[in-house]
């Protein structure tokens, strides 16, 4: 089956770092991404990594490992605004998008 | 630019009646549209997957006599919930996929829509 398994909740304090993983199996690969969700709202999109390696983007990076199926977001110099859930999502090999149960991190002053 | 819409934004109806939820793409052609449910602190759940002109493609377990969409054009595409119950009271989002475009693997996705059942 296709699974993918992130963590359910994560802590971190304003100003700080943050790491958040994603370990995925499934039938084929065409990329992952990563989407930020606000409650009540849709996911934007973060990131998309089709080829191993670190992309950055401001505050944001994200690394790839795709010989161990392993992913992470980086979050640096977190504020408030970053509490929300981070989902991890990969593109199989039909192109449909299996998505992850969601990382909520929860951001302290 | 790659910017979907989805309208209404929050729907409140009785058990029983139907709500249709549009989605549309405003600035470019999805030859694809996905359709998801979302319940509280869940992860999304795809619904289906609808290519321009032809007929969807339901996931397991989801009932396509009950949830009717139809993608008629490139830009459009819709779901009626049909015979709504307290049950199917959700977040609704929709995304839309260019392949033809420079992010053909993206998925840019629709602001949602709160579905109510009273």
């Known amino acids: 089956g296709q699974n993918i398994d992130q963590p359910t909740e994560m802590t971190a304090t304003e100003g700080a770092i943050v790491q958040i993983n994603c370990t995925y199996q499934?039938?084929?690969?065409?990329?992952l991404f990563w989407y930020q969700q606000h409650a009540g709202e849709a996911p934007t999109f973060l990131s998309y990594n089709v080829l191993d390696g670190l992309e950055e983007k401001g505050r944001f990076s994200s690394f790839l490992s795709r010989s161990k199926g392993y992913s992470y977001l980086l979050l640096k110099e977190l504020q408030m605004k970053d509490s929300a859930s981070y989902l991890c999502a990969v593109l199989d090999s039909n192109y449909q998008l299996i998505w992850g149960a969601g990382t909520k991190l929860i951001i302290k002053p | 630019g790659a910017v979907v819409s989805q309208h209404p934004s929050r729907v409140i109806c009785k058990s029983g009646t139907s709500v249709k939820i549009e989605c549309r793409s405003l600035?470019?052609?999805?030859?694809?549209m996905f359709w998801y449910r979302q319940f509280p602190k869940q992860s999304l759940m795809l619904m289906a997957t609808?290519?321009?002109?032809?007929?969807?493609?339901?996931e397991q377990g989801v009932e396509k006599d009950k949830f009717l969409i139809n993608h008629a054009s490139l830009t459009l595409s819709t779901l009626t919930v049909t015979s709504a119950h307290p049950e199917d009271s959700s977040f609704y989002i929709c995304?839309?996929?260019?392949?033809?475009?420079?992010?053909?693997?993206?998925?840019?996705f629709g602001p949602g829509t709160r579905l109510t059942v009273l």
């Open positions: 499934t039938s084929g690969f065409n990329g």
């Open positions: 600035d470019f052609q999805a030859t694809t």
């Open positions: 609808s290519n321009e002109g032809s007929k969807a493609t339901y």
């Open positions: 995304s839309a996929r260019n392949l033809a475009g420079p992010s053909y693997n993206e998925q840019f």
